[in-house]
């Protein structure tokens, strides 16, 4: 078997073209447009350019994006003041503030006082809260970026075993949620993980986010598995790679994502759905 790609770059901008449509509506009956607002602290290269194609994509779809950057030696008391004003501004639906954080700064401190309304990164302990306990909420953005490519390529996972690789609050634990939520029998696997080769060979769903080129080797994907691959990882031919052996895991699985154009490009797509979510459910809050 030849798994078909899951192409993330189209399934983004498909995504995109239907948060245009409910942008002009939100905008239309409301008489403003939903507000994303994203901090930046500090120049590191990455988060530059994540930022600015946060705010450049949010303004495309029709909404009021807004960059707001602090030099890196910001202290955390002007960081906190700056998320206040953002809670109590009526115009901002969306807050992200991009990791990492300069190390002066406690990043759970911060991410703690952002309005659970406003978390479009659904990192907030009440957005995982709520998470958890399988309530509407916000969620983090790449995990539902990954639910909506399995739902893409008609992948139901009711019934069906799904091993998550990576226990991250950002990723792992909210993917292995989502999973749950859709009766999936998960299986989390991570650092500690003993024979993960004879873990991921259970999986009918595999969903790799570590952080570690090819550590997820493609004879161990079960024949027919649909694979989504998170990892990023710069190679030493300097290109970008995922954490799955991507030919070899290629010849074995039903789908599988590429690294670049998978799941990078639905973590944008699902941040501005999320700031569209936001915008609504405070207006129905009301
Ligand atoms: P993290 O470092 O917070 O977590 C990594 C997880 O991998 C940990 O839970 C750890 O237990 C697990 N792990 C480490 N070594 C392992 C091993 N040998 N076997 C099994 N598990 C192991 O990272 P993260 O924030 O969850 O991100 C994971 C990857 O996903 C990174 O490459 C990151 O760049 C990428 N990422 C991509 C996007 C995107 O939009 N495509 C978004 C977020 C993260």
Not at 20 to 32: D, I, S
Not at 57 to 68: E, I, Y
């Amino acid at each position: 078997m030849t798994a078909q790609l899951i192409d993330g770059k189209a399934i983004g901008l498909k995504v995109q073209d239907e948060v245009v449509t409910r942008v002009a509506e939100f905008t239309r009956l409301h008489g403003r447009a939903p507000g994303l607002d994203v901090v930046l602290v500090g120049d590191d290269p990455a988060s530059q350019v994540y930022v600015r194609n946060k705010e450049l994509t949010s303004k495309k779809v029709g909404m009021r994006g807004m960059l707001h950057r602090l030099p890196a030696d910001t202290s955390q008391t002007t960081l906190l003041e700056l998320v206040d004003r953002l809670n109590r501004d009526d115009l901002v639906d969306g807050i992200l503030v991009q990791m990492p954080l300069p190390p002066h700064i406690d990043a759970e401190t911060v991410i703690g006082t952002i309005d659970p309304l406003k978390d479009v990164d659904g990192l907030t302990p009440i957005s995982a809260g709520l998470l958890a306990l399988g309530r509407p909420g916000l969620v983090p953005c790449t995990p539902m970026g990954c639910m909506r490519l399995l739902a893409e390529v008609g992948c139901d996972p009711k019934g069906k075993r799904a091993v998550v690789i990576g226990r991250s609050v950002l990723v792992g634990k909210p993917i292995a949620q989502l999973l749950l939520a859709r009766h999936a029998t998960v299986t989390i696997a991570h650092s500690r993980t003993t024979d993960l080769g004879k873990v991921v060979a259970e999986g009918d769903i595999v969903i790799a986010a570590v952080g570690k080129e090819a550590l997820v080797r493609g004879e161990w994907i079960k024949p027919g598995a649909v694979v989504i691959d998170v990892g990023i990882n710069r190679g030493p031919d300097g290109k970008l790679h995922g954490d799955v052996e991507f030919e070899p895991a290629k010849a074995r699985a039903s789908w599988i994502t590429p690294v670049p154009g998978g799941v990078g490009p639905m973590t944008i797509a699902m941040l501005l759905c999320n700031t569209l979510d936001a915008a609504k459910a405070r207006i129905t809050a009301r």
